[in-house]
Each structure stands twice: as C-alpha cells, then as structure tokens.
C-alpha cells in the first residue's frame, strides 16, 4: 500500500511536472496571435503586390493603348500625293479661305482650295481639301480621323494631273 502511495505521489509530481514544463494558456494565446499577425502580414503583402501588379498592368495597357491611338491618328503627308480627303465646298472664294484657316487652327496646316467649275457658266466651286497623301488607304485613315475627331464627314479625291484644264485643279497656293 505504501508502494501505491508513493507510486501515486510521484505520478502527480510527474504530471505536476509536465504541466510546468509545457507553455503556459497565455503563451499558447500569444503563439498563436503571432501566428494569425504573421499570416495577416504575409495576406497584406499579397495584396499590396497584387495591387502594385494590377497597376503596372494598366499602366502598360495605357501605353499601348495611347501608341495604338498615335498610330491610328497618324497621317503621313506626300506633297506629291495623289490623295486628298474634300472636307467642304462653297460658291464663296472668301468663305473657302476662312474654311481654310479653320482647318488649320485645327492642326491641318495642308488644307487648301481648289477652284472647280465654270467660269463661263458660272458654276464654279471652291473645294477645301485637306493633305495630299501618298495612298488611298492613308486618305481614308485621315478621313477617319475627321469623323472621329470632328465628326466631320467628308470623301477621299483622286487628284489628277495637272493639265491646265479649267475643270481641274486651278489652284493649290
């Protein structure tokens, strides 16, 4: 029986023990708040990298979109083009200069007026025209970009040659 006593004795001194040795219920607590902080921190991280992501993706979607937009807007002009995109045509010489001179505040420093027509019958014209481009596709490109930027509608001229024709182009200064 003393056997079963001191065996039962040094069990809870054992177990006592143990116990101590072992984290206590505060420490247990405090591990696991650092833990969940860290996970919280390492969450926080992703999302902060997400985010920095996300906005150099649309940083670079706006660079290519504004590329696109500068290819899409940009007309190369051919002094000995065959193509010219017509805008406008009045009966009035002055009115087709003033015309003019609205295209070029407006950037298009190439618009000019042609004389078309008659004189004799007088049915005469004067045609405003913006550029003289190489092709027919860059005409239409620019004729784009009028509708776009000033929903302008206008149509692509095949320019002929210069053949000192009263029906033909009479001036371009």
């Known amino acids: 029986m003393k056997r079963i006593v001191i065996f039962l004795i040094t069990s809870a001194i054992a177990i006592s023990m143990l116990q101590a040795c072992g984290p206590s219920e505060e420490e247990i607590e405090r591990r696991e708040q650092a833990r969940q902080d860290s996970l919280e921190r ?98 239409e490109k620019l004729q784009d970009k009028l509708m776009r930027n000033y929903n302008e509608k206008s149509w692509v001229s095949l320019l002929k040659e210069e053949t000192g024709s009263k029906s033909e182009e009479m001036s371009e200064e």
């Open 42 to 139: 390492v969450e926080q991280q992703r999302l902060e990298k997400q985010r920095q992501d996300s906005i150099e993706q649309a940083r670079q979607d706006s660079i290519e979109a504004a590329k696109r937009e500068r290819e899409r807007n940009r007309i190369e002009y051919d002094s000995n083009g065959k193509f010219a995109v017509q805008v406008e045509a009045w009966r009035s010489e002055v009115k087709a200069e003033q015309q003019v001179q609205k295209w070029a505040d407006r950037g298009y420093e190439n618009a000019y007026v042609v004389k078309m027509g008659n004189e004799e019958t007088g049915d005469v014209w004067f045609r405003v025209r913006l550029g003289r481009v190489a092709t027919e596709a860059m005409a």
